[in-house]
């Protein structure tokens, strides 16, 4: 994903996707589903946001930072944080995507996966560090 002429908007648009798909993942664990039924599709839809969402994300965060003006140096280690915990998290979503039926078992483990909570966090901190600069 290139970064638009609105950096900020970019962002927002990524976490949103992020935040929304999360709120639906909790909220589709706690049906306790044994297979996808009626809302199979939906939860498809949102994994597949949180995977798009996630991709080449820590060179997103590089190109948003440097559209800002900023001086990349105090942020590249967190960049590259962000980035393994991206790509961590987004292995555990496709590899969930690619079973023939999606069960609330399988959502709540992925909700509590490490490396998805990890991925938020980071997301919520760098965002509250970057609103200062746009």
């Known amino acids: ?12 648009k990524r976490a949103d996707a992020l935040e929304e798909a999360y709120e639906f993942f909790l909220a589709y664990a706690a049906q306790g589903l044994q297979g996808e039924q009626h809302t199979g599709s939906q939860i498809r839809d949102f994994l597949k946001k949180f995977d ?31 980035d393994r915990d991206a ?28 490396h998805v909570r990890a991925l938020l966090t980071d997301l919520f901190l760098i965002d509250e560090i970057l609103k200062a600069h746009s």
């Open 87 to 114: 790509r961590d998290a987004q292995a555990a979503v496709q590899m969930v995507l690619a079973q023939p039926s999606i069960h609330s078992q399988m959502i709540d483990n992925l909700n509590a996966n490490i």
């Open 52 to 82: 798009a969402a996630l991709t080449e994300f820590g060179d997103f965060f590089t190109q948003h930072i440097t559209v800002l003006g900023l001086d990349l140096t105090p942020y590249r280690s967190f960049i590259a944080v962000i």
């Open 1 to 12: 994903m290139s970064t638009p002429e609105n950096p900020s908007g970019a962002l927002a």
